[in-house]
């Protein structure tokens, strides 16, 4: 696998560490699973929740690509205690919540051998700092979150009456998805936290493929179709991939496929269909 990707499959679904009874039960119903030490776990609860890791850890025959721990912040009490935890697993994966610079990065790699970081930009200053984080090497994702970050400009609303996300939750989006873009690694579009909208959740999540996102992070497993069939190409899409595919062999630069012109963009996103095609007929 690329170190400076993911290369996970698009319906990534939470789990708080807490609750090992649906661990298994995540990773059966979603394409990875994200086990979460940080805000789905009370912090009463989360000396049970590591230990809980640690022990599926050494009796799991999951496979260990499709395990994420989301671990505390740098600046929490909690990191050190949730990486001593991570470092008692054969797990490798790790999402950084509220990562606001490359040294926080740095930080985890320092601590854990060989990590894989998916850096979580929701603050301000994550946000700010996209790029930077992106570019480090131990870096393999980012995933931005919109709740957590109204919260870190005092706001109170990451939505407008619309259910539509309010500009500057857009703008985040925006930065991350461009900083992953520009350093070669995956970025994960945020949760969307109205389980009861399945309907908006399609809406984002097909707006999501169709701007770039690697994936979609799910609150439920109720979402985790919903995602994978947005992500999924349809029977046209894929008919005019490979049409386009197969007029590219051998024509001299751009060309005209009905009535449009084609060149290498073009040329590249039908690519990149086939590959998700590809992808989810793998799917078990």
């Avoid at 109720?222 to 024509?251: F, K």
């Amino acid at each position: 696998m690329n170190r400076r990707r993911l290369g996970l499959a698009p319906a990534l679904l939470f789990c708080p560490a807490d609750r090992p009874d649906r661990y298994r039960k995540a990773l059966e119903r979603a394409d990875a699973v994200i086990l979460d030490l940080e805000d789905g776990v009370a912090p009463a609860d989360r000396p049970a929740a590591r230990a809980a890791l640690v022990a599926f850890g050494r009796d799991t025959e999951a496979d260990l690509d499709k395990v994420i721990v989301r671990v505390n912040p740098v600046s929490s009490p909690d990191h050190a205690h949730d990486v001593a935890a991570v470092r008692a697993t054969p797990f490798r994966t790790v999402m950084l919540a509220k990562a606001e610079s490359s040294a926080d990065v740095a930080e985890v790699a320092g601590t854990v051998d060989d990590v894989r970081v998916v850096a979580l930009c929701e603050t301000a200053k994550g946000v700010l700092e996209a790029a930077a984080i992106a570019a480090h090497s131990s870096t393999v994702a980012l995933m931005w979150g919109a709740e957590d970050l109204i919260v870190s400009l005092g706001g109170v609303s990451s939505r407008t009456s619309s259910r539509a996300y309010r500009d500057i939750a857009r703008h985040a989006r925006s930065t991350v998805l461009l900083a992953a873009g520009a350093h070669g690694i995956d970025a994960i579009d945020a949760v969307h936290i109205d389980l009861e909208d399945l309907e908006g959740l399609a809406e984002e999540a097909a707006d999501a493929v169709a701007s770039g996102f690697a994936a979609t992070a799910c609150l439920h497993p109720r979402q985790v179709e919903i995602v994978r069939e947005a992500y999924r190409p349809h029977e046209q899409q894929i008919a005019l991939a490979r049409r386009v595919i197969e007029a590219a062999d051998g024509a001299p630069g751009a060309f005209r496929l009905d009535g449009r012109m084609v060149d290498e963009p073009i040329i590249a996103q039908a690519r990149a269909v086939m590959r998700r095609a590809q992808q989810s007929d793998h799917r078990p």
